[in-house]
């Protein structure tokens, strides 16, 4: 079942686009905190500070998202609240792990400048997916004339890639091979995740 048929079964079904939005509201939750644990102590701009903020709203605008479709539902992040909660946390966690074993061995980092390197690499991955992944959602939503939006939503992710490019020429100039070799985990672990969407979808 691909992407586009996936989210028009969820759109379709009150409950499990309230479990979607606070699915995907958890997964900006999680990468803004991944954001902020890798800030460096004292070396912080205002790139950092400004993307983390936005990560944040996304969260927080998406919980608010579910009240258009159901008042009251999926108050917070436990496993009956959340889409496949296994692979949505598992996404996230391996993406981390795979990417500072990688980089550490590349780059030969440690401490604050391996965390800088994850930060930088695994970002970056995660807005190549957002970039794909909303205006997919955003299309079903249109299409099936939902009062739910993620337009702003887009707009910020589109300048968060930027961001990161511009960050990743700074910190190497072969970025582009290993960023793509991040990407290349990630798309094997999001595929993990949409088969765990599917398989509950179409348990419903
Ligand atoms: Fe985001
Ligand atoms: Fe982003």
Redesign the pocket.
Known sequence: MHLPDILVRIIDEPSLHSKWLNTLSFMENA?AKKISACEHPEFVDIIVLK?AA??HRHAYYLKKQISKIEGYACPTYTLVELIAPNQTRHYLNSLDIAACRYLKEVFQLTGAELKYAAYLFVTYA??VR?DVLYPIYQQALSEAQSRVTVKSIIL??EG?LEEMIAQLERFSEIWQKHADNIVYMEQKLFNEWIAGIAQEVLKD
């Open positions: 990468g993307h936005e990560e995660i807005e957002a910020e992710e968060h």
